[in-house]
């Protein structure tokens, strides 16, 4: 199979050869591997790669996947990072406009009249980067003779994948893991990987976020080899019942194998290690293990995250132990009863904050430790919620969230801001996703990339849409596909507001972005059909935050309305040198000649972009304190 | 009037009056001000050896604007204020010593006077009208009494007509940077819709830290203060070479104040895009302030600031201080 270079303009190709998206369980080889907490099953390829940068598609080194490329006049780079940092292409920040406004004239394919595929919109154009990555590596014993996989944990904006000279797969979706199978072309020596990042495709138009637009490999890279017998997905089902004291467990499995299977062994236990759930079923591809009850289970929340771990097993006929899954759970449950959001049978109140992942080194690069500082951040502000605006986050973030309590809304990588709204009015000509039929299973797949990869995440109560991208046929398809998959959470979108067509369709809560209390008691007052939440509010932009009394005011007023998110956590600011004092300094939209820009509107947060808390989180701290 | 007893003890102390041609001295124990009449403000107040004025200060009615005010239009709709903080007129001067006023002592009224002049107590009272359209009266009266305290009383004239004010109060330019000021009150930058998780207590902020805000902006606002002390040890007196830390206290009187303490003022912030394009800190901006706007925060494109924390320039706005040495 050969690449196409026209997969970019093509609404309906946003994943080719990519593997299903699958739960995040870690898997190891071995008891000893899981305790020591190594995994030799996994290869990280960051590091030092090999690198050239196009203007555009035209441009590129075409055959720079081949095996007899002599790469010798590319660079080198650092994966993960964003091509723009590495100081190839200017960085630009903007909001709502499409980065390519005032300087091409573009639509989406299919967009207006239905008919026009847009064809050569991104590959036929005079700026549309393109970065050429190669990366040469030997497999690591433990990968060795076995299935491998790469892993792809995020790359913007689309990517082709090419291994020794082989075409891949290709893969859009920045924001959630591309996987691909390499085993019929990977060797034990000297294996070429080349990876060919385009800064736009169609996607482009589904990922308008306000932030900085970047491009590159910027999450991690990793080659992970399955054992023999293999949990290719995992979907546990903890359900807490009624009696906030009881509980069942459900546990399905898929699984590959290619040897003669034997049994699973799913174990739950509790934080004392005492086994309370524990079963055995024969290996199949679908494996599925009925609920069963648990007399005494305590409740997972805010401020008392406890987490069972549960252990899956793997053996083969012979009933060697192949494969070690561990995953930890809570027990919780979310519902809506008469109109109002119940946690674990009580009134939900979000004190939320809305998260960018962002650092001002290294862009949506993050390390753990800024994620862990971050979380440190919320705890000790009393912040019990994170909206992931507006995208998946790396991994290890809902892991932090499980462990510290912190609910989650998850949201789908969504945002067609500029296709419907422009100089603030609401001008739906051309919007994408719509209920443009080409359009749709690019947006389901995002929906379903996200729900595969993050369910088992006892800390995610929401699953949202995606953020201000209008609402149609194909935002409603987003909707039902996660209803099907998922009758433990609540699924929210505030794009209905502007198209109330589809508010009974989409969105099991009002949400609403910057209402004033005014307009929320509006809402209260007139016989409201859901219940209300803020999935933004107090922008705290510069200076700001004043006036939090009196959205904290409404939770006593009102049961329906239960709080909302803050924008945002951080400022998205960069770290440059200052060109006249030499000085480390934080530079925004439009200091890197990029315009159209938005310039400062990037620094909304109640943290600095270098982390440090704003004057404001005092108030943050305490408000959220008084209803916690 | 006779200040010196006649039992033999030690004289009362009282304060000496200098009669100048342009200014009015008034000197004590351990501190001597000027009250300027052709800069329309106190020109120097010098408490043990130390000046404590770089220049006159004026009311102040600028904030630099906030990502809010921006937002909302707010420096659109009351951008006359800016030029009003810039530029002020002080169209007229009284002097009260001992309660009563006396003519002004311009020269050559003030040849009457000697070098011997005394009083318990002096009140100069400085009227300034703003360069607004219309145009408004604030008035500023200074007491000084015995000790050196010195009552600064502020009234703002409502006028209608004039648009909403960003801030009120007075500005204090000091010669140098100080080093920490230290005031009871709340905790953190605190506005009048900001202020619920403001810890009440005695803080100590080290430096003269300017809020570093992507944009810079108003900044380091703290509302409901009883009092504020600022420390610095140096001066531009070429003579002095090295200083000991030395301060000055402004404590509300009757009522609580609210107050910035910064190394710029609202313009130099308001014309910087970023924290770097600032100058060097030099100087030390105090602004004693009777009335705040909130900062608002619902968002950040249009949403105003909510209607009680506005402030109504058609209304007048008073407010006392006192300011003493430490």
């Given at each position: 199979?050969?690449?196409?270079?026209?997969?970019?303009?093509?609404?309906?190709?946003?994943?080719?050869?990519?593997?299903?998206?699958?739960?995040?369980?870690?898997?190891?080889?071995?008891?000893?591997?899981?305790?020591?907490?190594?995994?030799?099953?996994?290869?990280?390829?960051?590091?030092?790669?090999?690198?050239?940068?196009?203007?555009?598609?035209?441009?590129?080194?075409?055959?720079?996947?081949?095996?007899?490329?002599?790469?010798?006049?590319?660079?080198?780079?650092?994966?993960?990072?964003?091509?723009?940092?590495?100081?190839?292409?200017?960085?630009?920040?903007?909001?709502?406009?499409?980065?390519?406004?005032?300087?091409?004239?573009?639509?989406?394919?299919?967009?207006?009249?239905?008919?026009?595929?847009?064809?050569?919109?991104?590959?036929?154009?005079?700026?549309?980067?393109?970065?050429?990555?190669?990366?040469?590596?030997?497999?690591?014993?433990?990968?060795?003779?076995?299935?491998?996989?790469?892993?792809?944990?995020?790359?913007?904006?689309?990517?082709?994948?090419?291994?020794?000279?082989?075409?891949?797969?290709?893969?859009?979706?920045?924001?959630?893991?591309?996987?691909?199978?390499?085993?019929?072309?990977?060797?034990?020596?000297?294996?070429?990987?080349?990876?060919?990042?385009?800064?736009?495709?169609?996607?482009?138009?589904?990922?308008?976020?306000?932030?900085?637009?970047?491009?590159?490999?910027?999450?991690?890279?990793?080659?992970?080899?399955?054992p023999d017998i293999h949990v290719e997905d995992l979907w546990a089902k903890p359900y807490l019942k009624e009696d906030n004291a009881s509980g069942s467990l459900e546990v399905e499995l898929k699984m590959s194998?290619?040897?003669?299977?034997?049994?699973?062994?799913?174990?739950?236990?509790?934080?004392?290690?005492?086994?309370?759930?524990?079963?055995?079923?024969?290996?199949?591809?679908?494996?599925?293990?009925?609920?069963?009850?648990?007399?005494?289970?305590?409740?997972?929340?805010?401020?008392?995250?406890?987490?069972?771990?549960?252990?899956?097993?793997?053996?083969?006929?012979?009933?060697?132990?192949?494969?070690?899954?561990?995953?930890?759970?809570?027990?919780?449950?979310?519902?809506?009863?008469?109109?109002?959001?119940?946690?674990?049978?009580?009134?939900?109140?979000?004190?939320?904050?809305?998260?960018?992942?962002?650092?001002?080194?290294?862009?949506?690069?993050?390390?753990?430790?800024?994620?862990?500082?971050?979380?440190?951040?919320?705890?000790?502000?009393?912040?019990?919620?994170?909206?992931?605006?507006?995208?998946?986050?790396?991994?290890?973030?809902?892991?932090?969230?499980?462990?510290?309590?912190?609910?989650?809304?998850?949201?789908?990588?969504?945002?067609?801001?500029?296709?419907?709204?422009?100089?603030?009015?609401?001008?739906?000509?051309?919007?994408?996703?719509?209920?443009?039929?080409?359009?749709?299973?690019?947006?389901?797949?995002?929906?379903?990339?996200?729900?595969?990869?993050?369910?088992?995440?006892?800390?995610?109560?929401?699953?949202?849409?995606?953020?201000?991208?209008?609402?149609?046929?194909?935002?409603?398809?987003?909707?039902?596909?996660?209803?099907?998959?998922?009758?433990?959470?609540?699924?929210?979108?505030?794009?209905?507001?502007?198209?109330?067509?589809?508010?009974?369709?989409?969105?099991?809560?009002?949400?609403?972005?910057?209402?004033?209390?005014?307009?929320?008691?509006?809402?209260?007052?007139?016989?409201?059909?859901?219940?209300?939440?803020?999935?933004?509010?107090?922008?705290?932009?510069?200076?700001?935050?004043?006036?939090?009394?009196?959205?904290?005011?409404?939770?006593?007023?009102?049961?329906?309305?239960?709080?909302?998110?803050?924008?945002?956590?951080?400022?998205?600011?960069?770290?440059?040198?200052?060109?006249?004092?030499?000085?480390?300094?934080?530079?925004?939209?439009?200091?890197?000649?990029?315009?159209?820009?938005?310039?400062?509107?990037?620094?909304?947060?109640?943290?600095?972009?270098?982390?440090?808390?704003?004057?404001?989180?005092?108030?943050?701290?305490?408000?959220?304190?008084?209803?916690? | 009037?006779?200040?010196?007893?006649?039992?033999?003890?030690?004289?009362?102390?009282?304060?000496?009056?200098?009669?100048?041609?342009?200014?009015?001295?008034?000197?004590?124990?351990?501190?001597?001000?000027?009250?300027?009449?052709?800069?329309?403000?106190?020109?120097?107040?010098?408490?043990?050896?130390?000046?404590?004025?770089?220049?006159?200060?004026?009311?102040?009615?600028?904030?630099?604007?906030?990502?809010?005010?921006?937002?909302?239009?707010?420096?659109?709709?009351?951008?006359?204020?800016?030029?009003?903080?810039?530029?002020?007129?002080?169209?007229?001067?009284?002097?009260?010593?001992?309660?009563?006023?006396?003519?002004?002592?311009?020269?050559?009224?003030?040849?009457?006077?000697?070098?011997?002049?005394?009083?318990?107590?002096?009140?100069?009272?400085?009227?300034?009208?703003?360069?607004?359209?219309?145009?408004?009266?604030?008035?500023?009266?200074?007491?000084?009494?015995?000790?050196?305290?010195?009552?600064?009383?502020?009234?703002?004239?409502?006028?209608?007509?004039?648009?909403?004010?960003?801030?009120?109060?007075?500005?204090?330019?000091?010669?140098?940077?100080?080093?920490?000021?230290?005031?009871?009150?709340?905790?953190?930058?605190?506005?009048?819709?900001?202020?619920?998780?403001?810890?009440?207590?005695?803080?100590?902020?080290?430096?003269?830290?300017?809020?570093?805000?992507?944009?810079?902006?108003?900044?380091?606002?703290?509302?409901?203060?009883?009092?504020?002390?600022?420390?610095?040890?140096?001066?531009?007196?070429?003579?002095?070479?090295?200083?000991?830390?030395?301060?000055?206290?402004?404590?509300?009187?009757?009522?609580?104040?609210?107050?910035?303490?910064?190394?710029?003022?609202?313009?130099?912030?308001?014309?910087?895009?970023?924290?770097?394009?600032?100058?060097?800190?030099?100087?030390?901006?105090?602004?004693?302030?009777?009335?705040?706007?909130?900062?608002?925060?619902?968002?950040?494109?249009?949403?105003?600031?909510?209607?009680?924390?506005?402030?109504?320039?058609?209304?007048?706005?008073?407010?006392?201080?006192?300011?003493?040495?430490?």
């Amino acid at each position: 199979m050969r690449a196409e270079i026209h997969y970019l303009d093509n609404p309906e190709v946003f994943r080719v050869n990519q593997l299903p998206a699958h739960s995040d369980h870690a898997f190891y080889y071995s008891r000893e591997e899981l305790q020591a907490g190594e995994n030799s099953l996994l290869q990280t390829l960051n590091g030092s790669w090999k690198f050239h940068y196009s203007i555009n598609s035209e441009k590129r080194p075409s055959e720079f996947y081949q095996e007899n490329f002599s790469s010798d006049d590319f660079d080198e780079i650092t994966v993960p990072g964003h091509i723009e940092l590495a100081g190839y292409d200017k960085i630009h920040y903007i909001n709502t406009m499409y980065p390519w406004e005032g300087h091409l004239f573009r639509r989406p394919a299919y967009s207006l009249d239905g008919k026009n595929p847009a064809e050569g919109s991104f590959s036929q154009t005079d700026y549309n980067p393109v970065g050429s990555y190669l990366k040469t590596f030997d497999l690591e014993p433990g990968l060795l003779g076995k299935r491998v996989v790469i892993s792809f944990a995020g790359v913007e904006q689309a990517m082709y994948v090419w291994l020794n000279g082989k075409f891949i797969g290709y893969a859009e979706d920045s924001f959630t893991p591309s996987e691909f199978d390499l085993t019929p072309y990977i060797r034990e020596k000297a294996n070429v990987l080349a990876v060919e990042v385009h800064k736009r495709s169609t996607a482009a138009f589904l990922e308008d976020q306000d932030f900085f637009r970047f491009f590159g490999i910027f999450r991690e890279v990793t080659l992970y080899a399955k054992p023999d017998i293999h949990v290719e997905d995992l979907w546990a089902k903890p359900y807490l019942k009624e009696d906030n004291a009881s509980g069942s467990l459900e546990v399905e499995l898929k699984m590959s194998y290619l040897e003669m299977p034997g049994e699973v062994r799913v174990v739950l236990q509790d934080g004392q290690g005492n086994v309370c759930y524990d079963q055995v079923e024969e290996i199949a591809e679908q494996v599925h293990l009925m609920p069963v009850d648990i007399s005494s289970v305590t409740p997972w929340h805010y401020q008392s995250p406890y987490l069972y771990t549960l252990m899956i097993e793997v053996f083969d006929k012979a009933g060697r132990l192949i494969e070690v899954v561990p995953y930890k759970l809570g027990f919780r449950r979310i519902e809506i009863k008469d109109k109002i959001i119940l946690f674990n049978g009580e009134r939900l109140i979000l004190n939320g904050v809305n998260r960018h992942e962002w650092s001002a080194k290294g862009g949506r690069c993050i390390s753990r430790e800024e994620m862990e500082a971050d979380m440190g951040t919320i705890l000790e502000n009393n912040i019990n919620a994170v909206r992931t605006s507006h995208y998946p986050n790396q991994i290890p973030w809902y892991y932090l969230c499980d462990e510290n309590g912190i609910y989650v809304m998850a949201e789908t990588n969504l945002e067609s801001h500029g296709s419907w709204q422009k100089m603030g009015q609401v001008e739906p000509s051309w919007n994408v996703p719509g209920s443009i039929v080409q359009w749709r299973e690019a947006v389901v797949d995002r929906a379903r990339t996200n729900f595969e990869v993050f369910k088992n995440h006892t800390s995610i109560l929401f699953w949202s849409l995606g953020n201000e991208s209008y609402a149609g046929d194909n935002i409603e398809a987003m909707n039902r596909l996660f209803k099907e998959k998922d009758t433990s959470r609540l699924v929210h979108y505030e794009g209905v507001f502007h198209n109330r067509k589809y508010e009974d369709t989409i969105s099991d809560v009002e949400s609403r972005m910057y209402a004033t209390p005014e307009e929320i008691i509006e809402y209260l007052e007139h016989e409201p059909k859901k219940p209300f939440i803020l999935c933004e509010y107090m922008h705290d932009m510069g200076n700001s935050l004043g006036g939090m009394k009196s959205y904290m005011d409404l939770l006593d007023r009102y049961d329906m309305y239960q709080g909302g998110f803050i924008w945002d956590f951080i400022d998205q600011a960069l770290f440059v040198t200052d060109e006249i004092t030499g000085g480390r300094v934080l530079r925004y939209g439009g200091d890197f000649d990029d315009r159209p820009s938005d310039y400062e509107f990037s620094g909304n947060g109640i943290v600095f972009a270098d982390r440090t808390q704003k004057p404001a989180m005092q108030e943050v701290r305490y408000f959220y304190g008084l209803y916690k | 009037m006779d200040y010196t007893n006649n039992d033999g003890k030690q004289p009362e102390e009282v304060l000496q009056l200098i009669y100048g041609d342009c200014a009015l001295g008034i000197h004590g124990k351990d501190f001597h001000y000027i009250f300027s009449y052709q800069f329309g403000g106190p020109e120097s107040l010098v408490i043990d050896g130390r000046e404590w004025l770089y220049r006159v200060p004026k009311p102040t009615f600028w904030r630099a604007t906030t990502d809010n005010d921006r937002g909302n239009k707010f420096s659109l709709k009351s951008g006359m204020w800016l030029s009003a903080d810039m530029f002020i007129d002080c169209i007229g001067i009284k002097v009260f010593v001992d309660t009563k006023e006396i003519e002004l002592p311009l020269a050559p009224v003030n040849n009457r006077y000697s070098e011997q002049e005394k009083a318990r107590e002096v009140k100069i009272k400085y009227t300034y009208q703003t360069i607004t359209v219309p145009a408004t009266i604030v008035e500023v009266e200074y007491v000084v009494s015995i000790s050196g305290e010195i009552k600064v009383t502020v009234h703002y004239h409502g006028k209608t007509g004039l648009p909403e004010l960003p801030v009120f109060g007075m500005r204090f330019i000091v010669p140098t940077k100080a080093v920490k000021y230290r005031y009871e009150g709340l905790s953190g930058e605190t506005y009048p819709d900001r202020r619920e998780g403001g810890i009440p207590g005695i803080y100590e902020i080290e430096g003269l830290p300017v809020t570093p805000y992507l944009v810079p902006q108003d900044c380091n606002v703290h509302v409901a203060t009883k009092w504020l002390e600022v420390y610095r040890n140096t001066t531009l007196n070429n003579s002095v070479k090295q200083e000991n830390s030395f301060g000055l206290r402004f404590s509300g009187v009757d009522q609580d104040f609210a107050f910035s303490c910064l190394p710029y003022t609202s313009e130099e912030l308001e014309n910087a895009t970023h924290q770097e394009e600032l100058p060097p800190a030099r100087r030390t901006v105090i602004s004693i302030l009777g009335a705040v706007r909130g900062v608002g925060g619902i968002n950040s494109w249009g949403a105003d600031v909510e209607p009680p924390y506005h402030i109504d320039a058609g209304k007048d706005i008073s407010y006392s201080f006192s300011v003493l040495k430490l």
